[in-house]
């Protein structure tokens, strides 16, 4: 079970870090991701963290300006958000993937479990 927390309205420019904690199985086997749904938008993906916490990727539209990562004794994934946009307004979901030591998984059927999402919005 995935839980997320930290999403708020929040300034253009401004930062906001998202929570994730789990609470359902062998959390550090598993490779954590962030996607996020716009209104009228389908979800797409964030950023992701491998199951070792030494890897990870994020969506062109992100790069350099968040930063996911994992703190595995708390069973915790966190996504640090800097200068954000007007764009980045959306759901944010946690996901942790399908199956044990995937390595940096990015599509939807790549993660087996979903959080319930929290609401980030940026105004102009």
């Known amino acids: 079970h995935l839980r997320e927390s930290g999403g708020r309205l929040v300034q253009a420019g401004e930062s906001l870090r998202l929570s994730c904690v789990d609470s359902?199985?062998?959390?550090?086997?598993?490779?954590m991701g962030w996607f996020r749904q716009a209104p009228g938008k389908e979800r797409e993906f964030v950023a992701v963290?491998?199951?070792?916490?030494?890897?990870?990727q994020y969506a062109d539209s992100v790069q350099g300006r968040f930063t996911i990562s994992r703190v595995d004794a708390t069973n915790t994934v966190f996504l640090d958000m800097t200068s954000l946009k007007p764009e980045d307004t959306a759901v944010y979901y946690c996901a942790g993937g399908i199956r044990p030591a995937q390595l940096r998984p990015t599509m939807e059927y790549d993660f087996g479990s979903w959080g319930q999402g929290t609401q980030v919005t940026v105004s102009s």
């Open positions: 963290i491998s199951w070792t916490g030494a890897s990870t």
């Open positions: 359902g199985y062998s959390f550090s086997d598993y490779a």
